[in-house]
């Protein structure tokens, strides 16, 4: 049981790497993507993608580019709940960045319900013939009673670009994720 524990653990956190969203810019800008070529942003609202690279670095990716963000100073981006800026020397685009991270988990009711399971089961097979025996095993399938909740995990980011000398903003992404995960509080032996 711990074993599965972690590999769902796991499997959650990577798939917390990515928020979908979308970029609102306000005005024209440009942005250096991960070729350091410098790419036009046109005004107006397009699909974007915020992935969260490691704890200091992540990128936007929206038509077809990708752009890079890394603190030069080794702050952390929040896990869970928190806030994050960095000026524009920081992190080495044309404009400062601040970014929200809010994160809730949701608990489901209580289901009781059963699953089928199995289970190996050692047995020995003798041949009266030769007076021997041998161990095998066999897989049987059976029955386990169980209650568990379906948690819904929902993290929310909100970035901003803005300008250092200003403090103008000049585009948001809102990035969203939600996942149900299923949390068993009780399992039974298989029968």
């Not at 524990?5 to 800008?29: A, D, K, M, V, Y």
């Not at 929040?78 to 970014?99: M, N, R, T």
């Not at 089928?116 to 041949?127: G, H, L, N, T």
């Amino acid at each position: 049981m711990p074993k599965f524990f972690l590999l769902i653990l796991i499997l959650f956190l990577q798939s917390c790497n990515s928020l979908e969203g979308g970029l609102h810019s306000f005005r024209p800008f440009s942005l250096i993507d991960e070729n350091n070529e410098e790419v036009r942003i046109s005004p107006g609202l397009t699909p974007a993608t915020l992935y969260l690279k490691s704890k200091t670095k992540f990128s936007i990716e929206t038509e077809g580019h990708s752009f890079i963000f890394q603190s030069s100073e080794g702050r952390e981006i929040p896990h869970e709940d928190g806030e994050w800026h960095l000026s524009a020397i920081q992190h080495g685009q044309k404009f400062g960045v601040y970014a929200k991270v809010n994160s809730k988990v949701l608990k489901g009711e209580l289901i009781r319900d059963q699953e089928s399971c199995s289970w190996v089961e050692r047995y020995f097979d003798c041949d009266n013939k030769t007076n021997s025996c041998r161990t095998r095993y066999r897989t049987l399938f059976g029955t386990r009673d169980v209650s568990y909740r379906n948690n819904t995990h929902k993290k929310t980011v909100a970035l901003h670009l803005y300008m250092d000398e200003t403090g103008e903003i000049i585009a948001q992404l809102l990035g969203e994720k939600k996942l149900v995960k299923k949390v068993y509080r009780y399992e039974s032996d298989c029968y």
